[in-house]
Nanobody, 124 residues
Framework: QVQLVESGGTLVQAGGSLRLSCAASGRTVSAYIMGWFRQAPGKEREFVSAIRWSISSTYYADSVKGRFTISRDNAKNTVYLQMNTLKPEDTAVYYC?????????????????WGQGTQVTVSS
């Protein structure tokens, strides 16, 4: 059974940094796409970033490009999201997801497993 467990979310001041982690079990992440999505109160879940392991490609939403960095640790079967220069509008529950590597990375339906989410709150 595939499990994705996020961690690292907390309250941080605007301009600060956080690193989220997503530990995967039951699936070797190198064979899949791993993505981060977020959902703010009253809003739809949106794509944040993804990594396509097989070709070492990374993808970012325009809103986080230049501030967020996705990375991986093959040995730990873990993907990270380094978030810098955080803004109040980054406040959301952040979800990790995994899906077959051939699918589009920005689409929620591409992912077949999701984590439970971790809350990130950025105060102004």
């Amino acid at each position: 059974q595939v499990q994705l467990v996020e961690s690292g979310g907390t309250l941080v001041q605007a301009g600060g940094s956080l690193r989220l982690s997503c530990a995967a079990s039951g699936r070797t992440v190198s064979a899949y796409i791993m993505g981060w999505f977020r959902q703010a109160p009253g809003k739809e879940r949106e794509f944040v970033s993804a990594i396509r392991w097989s070709i070492s490609s990374t993808y970012y939403a325009d809103s986080v490009k230049g501030r967020f960095t996705i990375s991986r640790d093959n040995a730990k079967n873990t993907v990270y999201l380094q978030m810098n220069t955080l803004k109040p509008e980054d406040t959301a529950v952040y979800y990790c997801a995994s899906g077959p590597s051939s699918r589009p990375v920005t689409t929620m339906s591409s992912y077949d497993y999701w984590g439970q989410g971790t809350q990130v709150t950025v105060s102004s």
